[in-house]
């Protein structure tokens, strides 16, 4: 099989140092695939886990990344949405089953295929045993099908919008699923990569949205997005004056947790729902106080291909965007170091110019 040569930034093995420069070779694009040039490219959290092997299935070696905008550069002779130029985006899945009832309903990010959806990098969602492997958007260029390619509208600032594709969608979708109307009072907690694209596209949707973190400190940034309040929430205070008040909670933390004080945020019939890494409890759910109230505690798995594509129109026609900074790929390690030490509020984006520049 014909391959094209790529070069990206990954790690080789399993005690993870640091990721540095290496070739490997994809795939040519097949009839129903296009060739992308890699522009920018997203940081997102799961990365540093997925390289770090913090969820024990990783496979090696590992480019990760899958918040990514580029152009077309070739396309199979049976492409028929994209062609030479366009510039399209790739999100967190490059393929799933197509054929079972998830598939069907245009919800791949929940295909129920024996291997699930095929991630951007990583192999499949399920590992079957074969080591299959995928290298992500760390790189010059990316192989996909046609059918996992979204279209970018030019309202959209390229340098900013990669986030969209993986913080965007993850936010997006649970408001989108649950009803999200003008008027619903929304709390968004944890204003970080994530948190800070829910509070603006619930902002945009109509809802009272109401930012709910940790600390004084991003209580202003908060307010810019569109928060109409903020909740610090270790004070036990002014979360006690806010039971019962919310009609669905966005729950974006990524670390260990206790649920329970935030369910009782939730008015009669609301629904607190957990996104991005679903981080496991620090205590029990109470279930006197899920029942009393009857309320519904609720996870979410970023989106749909369809889905992703309403997003970044939706973020168009909103002016929506990540708060992002603009790094070169040698300075990733840095801005993972940043990362872990909590130094980041939003989200790094990688010029990839950077990468075709440098020589392996």
């Not at 095929?118 to 046609?146: C, I, R």
């Not at 030019?154 to 649950?178: F, N, R």
């Not at 270790?234 to 004056?241: I, V, Y």
């Not at 996104?275 to 620090?282: I, K």
Request: glycine letters at 10%.
């Amino acid at each position: 099989m014909e391959t094209i040569k790529a070069k990206g930034y990954g790690t080789s093995g399993s005690i993870f140092n640091s990721l540095s420069i290496m070739e490997f070779e994809r795939n040519a694009p097949k009839e129903d695939e296009v060739l992308i040039d890699v522009l920018y490219c997203g940081v997102c959290h799961s990365d540093v886990h997925q390289v770090k092997n913090d969820w024990k299935n990783t496979i090696y070696p590992c480019v990760p990344g899958h918040e990514i905008i580029g152009k077309v550069t070739a396309a199979g002779s049976g492409v028929t949405k994209f062609k030479v130029g366009d510039t399209v985006g790739v999100g967190c899945m490059i393929d799933s089953c197509g054929v079972c009832p998830a598939c069907q309903e245009q919800l791949e990010n929940y295909c129920e295929g024996p291997v699930s959806w095929t991630a951007t990098y990583n192999g499949h969602m399920k590992p079957d045993g074969s080591d299959f492997n995928t290298y992500g958007g760390y790189s010059t260029n990316l192989v996909v099908k046609e059918s996992f390619v979204l279209r970018i509208p030019d309202a959209l600032d390229i340098a900013a919008a990669a986030p969209i594709l993986c913080a965007g969608i993850t936010t997006y979708s649970p408001l989108k699923h649950w009803g999200i109307k003008p008027g619903d009072k929304v709390g968004v907690v944890g204003i970080g990569g994530l948190g800070h694209m829910g509070v603006q596209i619930a902002a945009a949707m109509g809802a009272e949205v109401t930012a709910i973190t940790r600390t004084e400190e991003k209580r202003e940034a908060a307010q810019t997005l569109g928060a109409k309040d903020v909740i610090i929430s270790e004070n036990e205070e002014e979360m006690a004056a806010h039971e019962l008040k919310f009609d669905f909670i966005l729950n974006t933390i990524p670390d260990p947790y206790d649920i329970n004080k935030y369910i009782n945020l939730l008015k009669r019939d609301g629904t607190i729902v957990a996104v991005g890494v679903l981080a496991p409890y620090q205590a029990p759910t109470n279930n006197m106080e899920v029942a009393m109230h009857r309320r519904s505690v609720a996870g979410s798995v970023i989106g749909g291909i369809a889905e992703t594509q309403e997003v970044l129109d939706f973020c168009a026609e909103h002016g929506i965007l990540p708060n992002t900074e603009l790094i070169k790929i040698q300075d990733i390690n840095k801005a993972y170091d940043k990362m872990l030490d909590e130094e980041v509020r939003f989200r790094y984006v990688i010029d990839m110019q950077s990468l075709k520049e440098e020589e392996v």
